[in-house]
């Protein structure tokens, strides 16, 4: 079978984006068109007439080949991606719906590709070893028993050295007596954390929508949101305690006494650096409706986005949230 084949030169202007391209070299083929899309030696193969590419790499010439009759069934294959590992296992939420959910909010944004690894559910922890180094970020959905001294020791050296993460809600409960890891989230609840006064840390009201405000607009995270939005229905964290260290307040929300809150300003958003680490802090998210909240969708997909990068190339769309008005998504997630 002959092979037709067309080549497009692109070039790229930034690091993020998709390829568009129509497979139409030779509309009478009967075989499956193969169009690759090559980054370096890398090629994403797609089937579909119409493709589109999301691609990750340096800015530059980027070479399409289309190729008809080529006879070989291309594979949905992932190169170029991000790689996110999500790591969940033991949890006072429900970490088997919310991962899924998880999962799928990283994948929509087209610019990872997701591995969950989940841990044991104990007493013994010594087998959960997860390959931190491989992944550009971890996402956190643990709350539960302390890892190994191995693993712990290796998520220290993966952050402190470069490495992504993303607290989200409750596992910035986790971890109590683990300082490395309270530097890393900067504040916590629950677990037993008290604050210097001997009060306990860490605390909610009912699940109600309420405003989110943006604290530093200069934050890369929150470049392009509006200054205040109003997010569905959770729980709006309070009184979380900890080191506080190099930590930049990106969104609070207002924690109000009538729903048994501070009166406060309580933080929602949170970078902290750790070492040479970049560590995105949500503590939004409470369970799948939370979740489904435009604003958490988003700030997710652009925190991942910056703790594996530093950078959030990510458009806010034209869903998100208004002051007064909370805008939703339904999320059927991938298995
Ligand atoms: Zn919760």
Known sequence: MAVSRAVVTLTLALPFGTVWAQTNANPQ???TPRACVHLGTECVPLTIETISVPYYHA???????????????????????????????QNN?????????????????????????????????????????????VVSNYNGLPWPDATTAAFEKYVREGGGFVSYHASDNAF???????????????GGRKNAQGIACGHHGNRLPFQVTI???????????????????????????????????????????????????????????????????????????????????????RGAEWAATGNVTQKVPADFPTP????IRTLSASK
């Open 176 to 190: 109590p007596d683990w300082p490395a890891y309270n530097e890393m989230i900067g504040v916590g609840g629950w």
């Open 215 to 301: 604290r530093d607009s200069d934050n890369p995270n929150a470049r392009g949101l509006p200054a205040v939005w109003m997010h569905a229905p959770d729980e709006l964290y309070d009184s979380l305690c900890g080191p506080a260290k190099d930590v930049d307040i990106v969104a609070t929300a207002h924690s109000d006494p009538a729903n048994k809150g501070t009166g406060e300003n309580e933080p929602m958003l949170m970078t902290i650096r750790y070492g040479k680490g970049r560590v995105f802090h949500t503590t939004l998210g409470h369970d799948v409706a939370a979740m489904q909240s435009v604003d958490f969708i988003v700030t997710l997909q």
């Open 29 to 31: 083929a009967t075989d």
């Open 59 to 89: 800015p530059g010439q980027t070479t399409l080949v289309l190729e008809q009759g080529s006879g070989q069934r291309p594979t949905a294959r992932s190169v170029n991606k991000l790689k996110a590992l999500i790591i969940d296992g």
């Open 93 to 137: 939420h429900h970490w088997q719906e919310t991962t899924p959910v998880l999962k799928k909010i990283l994948e929509d944004s087209g610019l990872f590709v997701v591995t969950v690894a989940t841990a044991p559910p104990g007493p013994d922890m010594s087998g959960f070893r997860p390959d931190f180094a491989a992944f550009d970020v």
């Open 324 to 327: 007064n008005q909370v805008s």
